[in-house]
């Protein structure tokens, strides 16, 4: 009753032309009437409000905003908006971020810095290094309340929901060795069931290592290993069921999918995880869950900097069948799972927010329609950046969600492979204007159909990974229709590299359009900088490449074994049972799918036409046909590709050597500025 007689009195107080308004802030309460004067204390009471504002006349002709106030607001709960709390169509409910004050929506607990003590325990110091002793800091988490830490899997890929610290809003290092590096192994003893080889086993896997380090950690309650086992687009953490420091080999608990040994030509490679007794220098932790005790080595005096740990298992916010909310402006950050989650419901709006230090991805958007992630920064996240889906592949029905404008980057901090800085899903999302930056593994992991990924910066992907690239799709020819155009790819792939590249159309992908990109040093090993594997109807026309060491490959199947892929449960299953491409509507959107399950010995091409490839040791091979394509070792006519400026002067020779290539809008590559975005990254291009 309160809550309404509070929306009547500011519902009067302003013209139907004017937004409704509540004000929240850390030093207000919750008592008060939520104006700006007197505000709200937390997040929860002013939904409660909005709710009751919103029953018999409804929402104002300027919707309603919800104002936060400068200050950190520490969450326990999710902050869930479901259906009850939508606007409607142009009378938007908004929760926003006051101009110029930063607001902290954080899922973590802050330790003080009285709390930490000098580790004194005769114990604990026996299994610390002796130099590091004297900088190891512990707090009591249970003394201060804190007791779900999350517990380690025997073995996982991703990233669980575990407690991490967090420093000056760096995310500091679980206590690892080696610190930075890798350790390689020194030989396969077993390598556990590996059904990719035809290995079969009834043990874990064991592998010998070179040094005497890990007989420090014969006293750790539990040991865990971090590596790229087989191959090096798939890591895993493993626990250790035994350490044998006579014969110096460490055997897992449970085996690897693919087992131990090089299934790519580099080293196979691992570090050790979550040890006390490698806590050796500054920004390292451990957290003793059985005494709940945190350990850590400060990077600077502990009363100099604010140290969180993260507690929230759920989503910061979580939006629900909700629509027509906007949030702008916010901070979401230090959570165990995921910054945002919104799931069904149409019109919601992230915009010019930053989520950052997320155990898991930072924003999943999951079905509902034309859902809007813009102007965001999203960084240091456990997991992705951005996850969006949406639209029904059986009818080929758009979700008409956009990606527009973000800034993302260092992602993949705790799962290091196939965690993208955006996953895209469904049918008809569109992407344009993104920065995407360092990740060891692939930024773009594409499912589904008819999505646009258009003017976005890519760079300084797959940084410690193989046989990978910076957009990927695969193994799914159902999957068709996206176009990709005028995006920048550039200094993509890892050193050890055998096969990297900017566009890996895998495993019988095709039907993509790849129009007007510039590639430069976006391709490494065997691959090009557009490679294909097994598939066919790619389309790669009117692209740049620059000092790719080859511009466009491919690895084509026989047709023994595309005919095995097409019968095989796989196909069978997303082909015919998930949507069935041999009726309406894909038969209809993409003609080049008829006779695909009857393959009948007839060539199965990709297509590549009116491209420019400059300084590349190769061009193109396998099953691409070469149509009207210019190759050259002399400068095209760039404005200065010194500086990374491949925009093309009018007197170009390209425009005579290529008959009917179409400039290329570089300059309008990467982020834009507006007024969601005021000032541009320095890390473009």
Not at 365 to 373: E, I, S
Not at 679 to 685: C, H, K, N, Q
């Amino acid at each position: 009753m309160r809550y309404a007689l509070i929306g009547l009195i500011l519902l009067a107080a302003s013209s139907q032309t004017q937004a409704a308004e509540f004000h929240v802030s850390p030093d207000g309460a919750d008592a008060n009437a939520g104006t700006a004067a007197a505000p709200f204390a937390t997040l929860t009471h002013a939904r409660d409000a909005v709710r009751a504002v919103k029953p018999g006349a409804g929402l104002p002709t300027g919707g309603l905003t919800v104002w936060l106030h400068k200050g950190t607001y520490p969450l326990t709960e999710s902050f869930k908006l479901t259906a009850e709390d939508s606007g409607v169509a142009g009378k938007l409910i908004i929760y926003r971020a006051v101009a110029g004050e930063e607001v902290r929506l954080v899922g973590g607990r802050t330790i003080p810095a009285e709390a930490f003590k000098p580790a004194a325990d005769t114990a604990i110091m026996d299994r610390l290094d002796p130099a590091a002793r004297p900088h190891v800091l512990c707090a009591n988490l249970k003394e201060l309340g804190i007791t779900n830490y999350g517990e380690f899997p025997d073995n996982f890929e991703n990233a669980p929901p575990i407690m991490e610290l967090f420093f000056d809003d760096q995310r500091m290092s679980l206590a690892r060795w080696p610190n930075d590096e890798w350790a390689t192994i020194a030989k396969v003893i077993e390598s556990g069931p590996a059904s990719w080889r035809n290995h079969d086993s009834d043990k874990p896997g064991t592998f010998a290592y070179d040094g005497d380090r890990p007989s420090r950690w014969l006293k750790a309650p539990a040991v865990w290993v971090h590596g790229y086992w087989c191959f090096d687009w798939a890591s895993e953490t493993k626990k250790v069921k035994t350490i044998d420091t006579e014969k110096k080999e460490i055997t897992f608990t449970t085996p690897h999918h693919y087992g131990i040994g090089s299934g790519n030509p580099a080293a196979r490679r691992f570090y050790a995880v979550n040890l006390l007794e490698e806590l050796d220098q500054p920004g390292e932790y451990y957290i003793d869950r059985a005494a709940g005790m945190l350990y850590f080595s400060p990077p600077k005096l502990i009363g100099e900097g604010r140290a969180v740990v993260s507690t929230l298992a759920d989503p910061v916010i979580k939006i629900e069948g909700a629509s027509f909310i906007t949030l702008q402006g916010l901070t979401v950050e230090t959570c165990v799972a995921n910054g945002i989650e919104v799931t069904g419901g149409q019109g919601v709006r992230i915009a010019a927010c930053r989520v950052r230090n997320t155990g898991q991805n930072g924003v999943v958007v999951k079905d509902g329609a034309k859902h809007t992630v813009v102007a965001c920064d999203i960084y240091d996240t456990g997991m992705g950046g951005v996850l969006i889906s949406g639209g029904d592949r059986k009818t080929l029905t758009p979700s008409g969600h956009e990606v527009l404008n973000n800034h993302i980057y260092r992602v993949s901090r705790r799962q290091r492979t196939h965690a993208y800085q955006l996953q895209i899903g469904g049918v008809g999302v569109h992407v344009a204007h993104n920065l995407l930056h360092d990740a060891p593994h692939q930024a773009i992991g594409l499912g589904g159909n008819d999505h646009i990924i258009e003017y976005n910066d890519i760079h300084h992907t797959g940084m410690e990974t193989d046989d990978c690239g910076a957009f990927y799709m695969g193994r799914n020819p159902s999957e068709r229709g996206t176009i990709i155009r005028y995006n920048f790819w550039h200094d993509i792939g890892s050193a050890l590299s055998h096969g990297s590249c900017a566009i890996y159309f895998d495993d019988g992908a095709g039907g993509q359009t790849v129009f007007g990109n510039v590639f430069y040093k976006a391709a490494g090993g065997s691959f090009g900088a557009v490679f294909n594997h097994g598939g066919h109807d790619n389309i790669a026309e009117n692209n740049v490449f620059v000092e790719c060491k080859k511009a466009i490959g491919a690895a084509p199947w026989d047709d023994k074994r595309w005919k095995d892929y097409v019968n095989a449960p796989l196909w069978q299953q997303v082909l015919l049972k998930d949507v069935d491409i041999t009726k309406p509507p894909y038969i209809e959107r993409y003609p080049d799918l008829k006779g695909f399950m009857e393959p009948n010995g007839q060539p199965r091409k990709n297509h590549a036409m009116r491209n420019v490839a400059y300084k590349c040791a190769a061009f193109l091979d396998g099953n691409w046909e070469d149509t009207d394509n210019f190759v050259t070792n002399d400068d095209p006519g760039f404005e200065d590709a010194a500086h990374l400026d491949f925009r093309l002067k009018k007197e170009s020779v390209v425009f005579q050597k290529v008959p009917g290539f179409k400039d290329i809008p570089f300059g309008q590559i990467g982020l834009q500025r507006d007024e969601l975005r005021p000032a541009l990254s320095e890390a473009g291009r």
